[in-house]
């Protein structure tokens, strides 16, 4: 997308339009495409690096101006760069459909990536791909099993700990995998992830450091991946 302004001519190349509606008037700026969502998380501070000029425009691609008096009443203020800066920070980023659907593409990816890591099929314990995945929640005219693959800890508790700690562990505790309480209480399991956060505090608090606790696996599998039928 290329855009001349009317007042000086220069061409404004690679275009990403940022647009608010305010005290009954649209205002828009030009920034670099791929900035905008630097700058909102912060990982750009560079304004320069953002706006392609520091003008504000009624209509960026016809390059209309918008009128000082309309700034004021707007934004407070006629100075452009907090006018734009507001803009920026709450306006309503503009993408072509192109644009859209790349970014659907994309968030299709990201969510279908996450829940593969993380989930399995209940029933074999089999990781699906991604791109089983992303083709469910595409479809979303088909459902599939999925839960939260467990951890597998192993803790090893002092005697005198053992019985007592045993029961307030329990409910966190999905299947105990193997026990054995001689000396001390050594224990293998499988944990809902949630959970890891309160069996470890749980064991130092009560032991008073004295007990351990071991990431075994972060996510219980089986091998393989698991198909639709």
Not at 109 to 116: F, P
Not at 159 to 172: I, M, N, Q, T, Y
Not at 182 to 190: A, D, N
Request: glycine share 4%; hydrophobic share 35%.
């Amino acid at each position: 997308m290329s855009i001349f302004t009317p007042t000086n001519q220069i061409r404004l190349t690679n275009v990403a339009v940022v647009r608010m509606k305010k005290a009954g008037k649209r205002f828009e700026i030009a920034c670099y495409k791929n900035k905008v969502m630097s700058w909102r998380s912060g990982a750009e501070k560079d304004l320069d690096e953002v706006l392609q000029t520091h003008t504000v425009f009624v209509n960026v691609s016809k390059g209309q101006v918008a009128k000082r008096d309309d700034l004021s009443s707007a934004f407070g203020t006629e100075d452009l760069t907090e006018a734009c800066t507001q803009i920026l920070a709450k306006g309503e980023l503009q993408v072509s459909d192109r644009e859209r659907q790349s970014q659907l593409e994309h968030m299709f990816r990201d969510i279908a990536t996450i829940v593969a890591e993380k989930c399995v099929n209940p029933e074999t314990k089999r990781p699906y791909t991604v791109i089983l995945i992303e083709r469910v929640i595409k479809q979303l005219q088909q459902s599939i099993q999925i839960q939260r693959a467990h951890m597998r800890l192993r803790f090893v508790l002092p005697a005198r700990d053992g019985k007592r700690l045993k029961e307030k562990l329990r409910p966190l505790i999905k299947t105990v995998e193997n026990e054995d309480f001689t000396e001390q209480l050594e224990m293998v399991c499988l944990i809902d992830p949630g959970c890891f956060r309160d069996i470890d505090e749980l064991i130092r608090c009560e032991t008073k450091g004295k007990g351990t606790l071991e990431v075994l696996s972060l996510k219980d599998v089986e091998e393989g991946d698991e198909k639709l039928e």
